[in-house]
């Protein structure tokens, strides 16, 4: 069976690229939207789900609990302990992952058409009937410290961290969502069932699925598979209250090698000039090593490996983020050279060539996401928490296409602001002065 669910693999891995996905919206007898893309040549299915909130709802004092619950779910569900979980799982050639994030809780399922209902069946006790027994939560709890242990000798963990907590605050985002050796450690079995009614109930529920399956049958499994589950969880927790003081906050760190971080306000995923944003953070660092702060960093400079920013969306902030590592007498320089490539986008624009070159890489590369079930499935579910309509697929490059020269450097004067751009250094940086405020 595991040799049939390795050849659909490989299958799927072999299809041509393509953004033609036709999206059907649906919604259960039981009230389950969804969406569905039919995709009948391979008897293979990929499910989604979403449970909007994850980590961002532990309490303060029980950092971590939605993390350990998700790390437990499949380690022992109704009747089967750990092992015999595992085992079933094997023998029905299914794969169940489950994650966490700091918005989100993700639960991705693959199996194949002949042992559909087994293998919903077997999801659905990890989802409904989990067990958390103790040797199980001690057993998680375990690898999520030796992380955690992990992460402080690290300096990007360390400069990621200290980032977060310098610019988001009180708000969850500010502190990892792995939680702390200290609330951790006394995570009760009794944490871990909250954790589990405040994260996935069906208010915040996203589901998406491609493969082979109707709309009738994809309505009977759905319900089947989530009809059980809490109908409301956890309030929400509100948009952060981000600040970007500007500056350099310096963390000493024993290594040869400084990591920075850097960070400025960004912009929402809805608003209008999101593509012409999208374009310009290609041109700056986001297109690998033709943009401006790889070529003036990297190639011209000498003074590391990679550099690179993108725009990130979380549910309760917008940043525009990047990172740097550089050796410690020369990290200085880097950063001089990233704030001043950020103000000369920001004062003199970008050229109409480069503007071409993004636009050819961004539409091209765009059809290259949906090589297989699996990716369309996370692309369709994706696509619903963040509002996007169905045709999105099929009209996004054409709006990446209808960004003008005027649009992307005037957005450029409007957002980039290098006086907020706030940088984290961990390591151990020579002529390099914290002045963060």
């Not at 569905?36 to 029980?62: M, N, Q, T, Y």
């Not at 209008?272 to 400079?301: C, T, W």
Request: net charge negative; proline share 5%.
């Amino acid at each position: 069976m595991t040799r049939v669910f390795l050849f659909c693999i490989a299958l799927l891995l072999a299809l041509p690229a393509r953004a033609d996905v036709e999206i059907k919206e649906m919604t259960t007898p039981g009230g389950i939207d969804a969406w569905l893309v039919e995709e009948h040549s391979i008897p293979f299915i990929a499910l989604e789900l979403r449970f909007r909130g994850g980590a961002a709802l532990d309490d303060p004092e029980k950092r971590g609990a939605i993390t350990l619950m998700t790390a437990t779910l499949e380690e022992g569900a109704g009747d089967m302990d750990a092992r015999e979980f595992t085992e079933r799982t094997e023998e029905l050639a299914a794969s169940f992952d489950y994650d966490v994030y700091d918005d989100t809780l993700t639960v991705s399922a693959r199996f194949l058409s002949e042992n559909r209902d087994e293998a919903v069946e077997h999801l659905r006790e990890s989802l409904v009937n989990p067990r958390f027994d103790q040797d199980a939560i001690d057993r998680v709890r375990a690898q999520i410290l030796s992380i955690i242990r992990s992460d402080e000798k690290d300096p990007r963990s360390q400069a990621s961290e200290a980032l977060d907590a310098l610019i988001f605050g009180d708000h969850p985002y500010a502190t990892s969502r792995n939680g702390t050796i200290e609330t951790v450690s006394s995570l009760t079995r009794e944490d871990i069932v909250a954790a589990h009614e405040a994260a996935m109930a069906r208010d915040r529920l996203y589901v998406s699925a491609v493969g082979d399956i109707t709309e009738d049958e994809l309505a009977e499994l759905l319900d089947r598979l989530l009809g059980d589950l809490p109908e409301t969880g956890a309030p929400l927790p509100p948009r952060a209250d981000v600040t970007f003081p500007g500056g350099t906050e310096v963390i000493p760190f024993e290594t040869p090698q400084s990591v920075a971080v850097f960070a400025q306000p960004g912009i929402d995923r809805d608003h209008p000039d999101f593509f012409a944003a999208y374009l310009l953070n290609h041109i700056l660092g986001g297109g690998g090593f033709e943009s401006r702060l790889m070529q003036e960093v990297r190639e011209k400079r000498g003074l590391t490996y990679g550099v690179y920013t993108y725009l990130l969306n979380k549910d309760g902030a917008d940043l525009w983020a990047g990172s740097v590592s550089s050796a410690n007498d020369r990290v200085a320089e880097a950063i001089d050279v990233i704030r001043a490539e950020w103000a000369r986008i920001r004062d003199e624009g970008v050229t109409a060539a480069e503007l071409e070159d993004a636009k050819t890489y961004l539409t091209g590369a765009y059809p290259l996401r949906f090589d297989g079930n699996g990716p369309i499935a996370n692309i369709a579910v994706g696509m619903q928490m963040e509002g996007l309509p169905v045709d999105y697929i099929a009209t996004r490059n054409d709006q990446v296409m209808a960004v003008t020269l005027d649009d992307v450097n005037r957005v450029a004067r409007e957002y980039l602001d290098p006086g907020k751009l706030t940088f984290v250094v961990v390591g151990q940086p020579e002529g390099l002065m914290d002045d963060s405020n």
